[in-house]
């Protein structure tokens, strides 16, 4: 069987231009820092073979070939230098195939990596898959990604996948050819130096130990969120980013405010925003004294006056505009895009003349809609939410906030969860700001059981459920702003 590395340029690569001597291939703007490569002097016989590699690749040997015969020493010294250009712009995908077939494609997502070695593979030396490595589907497809690096490989037959999965264990190249007899040991080799480029695999010594363990950096980053990182900023992918509108015109955006969940409905109390402007106490008092309260007074609890100030001065919508795209609303937090995906569902276990259960906060009408009395499930986020405050006092009310996940998503690709969790930060902090003004005690929680509220407010969790939370209640007598500074709330 014979082993062959073809060379093809990206498939999200186009054309963009095309003279007589001239062609400027044009790729995605998400993966690379320059989106355009003019080359230039390009002859009939150089065409052909950027043609060949625009649609499903050739070998350098058969590049070479075929330009030195037509244009002779001066054509391959310009067919090198277009290799090189699209080496530099991480242009140019590797497929390792054997008799024609192809087994795995080795394909760059973004610059900024390692520059790609044919040669990276020590046949001495033992190797293991990253615990970071992630295999997933693909259309009709199987992809290998690994967030330590800035590519992708696209596993094409049964045989490449199960090299993939034997990779698991430490192995040489030599062991995975005994294991594998339904390849040739160059094909093998060949698919080891394509994990190898794309940072999937980790080199592992006499003693067991992967180069990826001893590195105490990466030893502190959990799978997901090493993976969350690198997919939702620039460097390490090639997907689409940003304002895309993935779905205009197939469905339908969200409204920017929910509908009603309930005929029961709870007016709150409005406060005078402009006589809070003019003798609420000073702004850097209140960045200043901001803390974490985790005691409460349990003769007085919070009333619904106070609640009905707080949601109304922290999460009301000020203005709302309608648009084919879905609306923009804006309220007293920041929010990506003005799309403001997140919703505060009260849970109240004691406040002055509102009944204990769960609500839905209405931020147009500034009311409360009722979604639940006091079942099991707000008795156990109830509390879950003390022993996440270190069983200090017993929550009055817990505010979880939800996210409908695709008012975000229908507009951003890629970057939606990161601005639902940035929005969620900008609300916390004016939670905190305007709690600490009223005199009142916030503990944001840095965790929460989303299937949990799913299920007690009966909501879709892919559509709608928990991103955050915090516990509000009144101040215990005599509680110092300062006082409770050091005791960081348990995740």
Not at 106 to 127: C, E, I, M, N, W
Not at 200 to 206: H, Q
Not at 260 to 283: G, T
Not at 414 to 427: N, T
Request: aromatic residues 8%.
């Amino acid at each position: 069987m014979d082993t062959t590395v073809l060379l093809s340029i990206r498939k999200d690569v186009s054309v963009a231009e095309e003279t007589a001597d001239q062609l400027t291939l044009l790729a995605p703007f998400a993966s690379l820092s320059f989106t355009t490569l003019t080359l230039k002097q390009v002859t009939p016989a150089l065409r052909a073979g950027l043609a060949a590699l625009l649609d499903g690749g050739a070998s350098q040997d058969q590049l070479t070939a075929s330009v030195l015969e037509a244009d002779g020493i001066s054509g391959l010294y310009r067919l090198n230098f277009y290799l090189r250009k699209l080496f530099e712009r991480s242009l140019l995908c590797h497929t390792v195939s054997v008799d024609g077939r192809p087994l795995a494609t080795f394909s760059p997502l973004a610059d900024f990596g390692q520059p790609y070695r044919a040669d990276a593979v020590d046949s001495t030396k033992t190797y293991v898959l990253s615990r970071f490595a992630c295999c997933r589907r693909e259309k009709d497809g199987m992809v290998l990604e690994c967030p330590l690096g800035h590519a992708q490989v696209q596993l094409h037959t049964p045989e490449a996948v199960a090299l993939v999965a034997e990779l698991a264990r430490p192995a040489t190249c030599d062991q995975l050819a005994a294991q594998h007899t339904e390849l040739p040991a160059t094909a093998i080799t060949g698919i080891v130096n394509l994990l190898l480029n794309a940072q999937a695999l980790s080199e592992v010594d006499a003693e067991g130990k992967s180069a990826e363990e001893a590195n105490s950096t990466l030893a502190q980053w959990e799978f997901h969120d090493l993976l969350f990182h690198s997919r939702s900023r620039l460097g390490r992918h090639n997907n689409p980013f940003g304002k895309t509108y993935s779905f205009e015109e197939k469905i339908p955006p969200l409204p920017p405010v929910k509908p009603a969940m309930s005929d029961v409905i709870i007016p709150l109390f409005k406060p005078d925003i402009q006589a809070l402007k003019e003798n609420d106490i000073p702004f850097s008092r209140v960045l200043e004294e901001r803390r974490s309260l985790r005691n409460y007074d349990d003769e007085q609890p919070i009333t619904d006056v106070q609640l009905g100030e707080f949601l109304y001065r922290t999460a009301r919508v000020k203005e709302m505009y309608h648009d084919e795209k879905g609306g923009v609303t804006f309220r007293p937090y920041p929010g990506g895009g003005a799309l403001q995906s997140l919703e505060i569902y009260p849970v109240i276990d004691r406040c002055a003349n509102i009944p204990s259960g769960l609500y839905h906060y209405d931020p147009l009408n500034h009311q409360l809609e009722k979604v639940s009395d006091r079942s099991v499930h707000v008795e156990t986020m109830l509390q879950m939410a003390w022993h996440s405050i270190l069983e200090t006092s017993r929550p009055q009310i817990l505010l979880v906030i939800a996210s409908r996940f695709q008012r975000v998503q229908w507009k951003y690709s890629s970057i939606a969860y990161s601005v639902i969790l940035k929005d969620l930060g900008g609300l916390y902090q004016t939670m905190y700001l305007v709690a600490t003004a009223m005199g009142l005690a916030p503990c944001a929680l840095g965790g929460g059981h989303s299937d949990l509220f799913a299920a007690a407010a009966n909501l879709d969790y892919f559509a709608e459920t928990s991103v955050g939370a915090l516990v509000l209640g009144s101040r215990a007598k005599g509680t110092d702003m300062l006082a409770d500074h050091s005791r960081p709330s348990e995740h």
